[in-house]
């Protein structure tokens, strides 16, 4: 249900959409947990220095080092996702769930649908990444 505060429209999430996104968010985060799991399992099974062993020149071998960075990578990267899924589900028990971190507006049912895990509304968002992108060292 909308509303208007100080111009700017405000939502509410009824329960049974917290829940959903409750749902969701634990779905996930079950996923990645597996996905881990099996990521540093399977790099415990075939270590890319037994494949490095066999390659038999240079450019081989930056390949196997590159597959091995790409695959530290991944696996960071659901790491980072699976802290932002449990930070979401930390804010539904808190009752903060779909209130951006930044300004404290309600953030669109639209975006939670898109990005369930999300802590900024669009415009805090989008206002982070410019000044995350601002603040990036150029060559």
Known sequence: ????FGGVFMY???QSEIQSFKKQLRDRALELR????GALIDSDNK???EVAGRVLDIGEQS???L???FRIFEIEKEVSELSE??????RIDAGTYARCADCGADI?????????SANRCTDCQARHERMAKDMTPSL
């Open 47 to 49: 270590t890319y220095s």
């Open 85 to 90: 899924v449990e930070a979401a589900l930390a």
């Open 34 to 37: 597996r996905a881990i799991h």
């Open 12 to 14: 509410s999430l009824s």
């Open 108 to 116: 669109s049912v639209e975006r939670l649908r898109a990005y369930p």
């Open 1 to 4: 249900m909308a509303r208007t």
């Open 63 to 65: 390949v196997v080092d």
């Open 67 to 69: 597959l091995a960075d």
